[in-house]
Nanobody, 120 residues
Framework: QVQLVESGGGLVQPGGSLRLSCAAS????????MSWYRQRPGKEREFVAY????????NYADPVKGRFTISRDNAKNTVYLQMNSLKPEDTAVYYC?????????????WGQGTQVTVSS
């Protein structure tokens, strides 16, 4: 079955950097677009970044544009999120996501999440 395992979170000071990883298994990784979402304290889960199957196209939420970079290594079944110039408002649990299925029968798969805390 589909499994997504996030790692790389931790405590970092404002202006610092962190790289998150998501190891995928249970499906043909290179055939699916991947995304990162996050959930800030007291807020609903929100979209962060998206990458197509080969990495040819990426998309980002406005608050992270210019600071975060999503990438993938299909040979390693892994998607990454490089986070630079971190701000306190980036504090959240970050989740890896894959969306599979045809229209009318789609399903979202999520990892367990990894905590990112930006604080001085």
């Amino acid at each position: 079955q589909v499994q997504l395992v996030e790692s790389g979170g931790g405590l970092v000071q404002p202006g610092g950097s962190l790289r998150l990883s998501c190891a995928a298994s249970g499906f043909t990784f290179g055939s699916y677009a991947m995304s990162w979402y996050r959930q800030r304290p007291g807020k609903e889960r929100e979209f962060v970044a998206y990458i197509t199957t080969t990495g040819g196209t990426t998309n980002y939420a406005d608050p992270v544009k210019g600071r975060f970079t999503i990438s993938r290594d299909n040979a390693k079944n892994t998607v990454y999120l490089q986070m630079n110039s971190l701000k306190p408002e980036d504090t959240a649990v970050y989740y890896c996501n894959v969306r599979r299925g045809v229209i009318g029968n789609r399903r979202d798969y999520w990892g367990q999440g990894t905590q990112v805390t930006v604080s001085s």
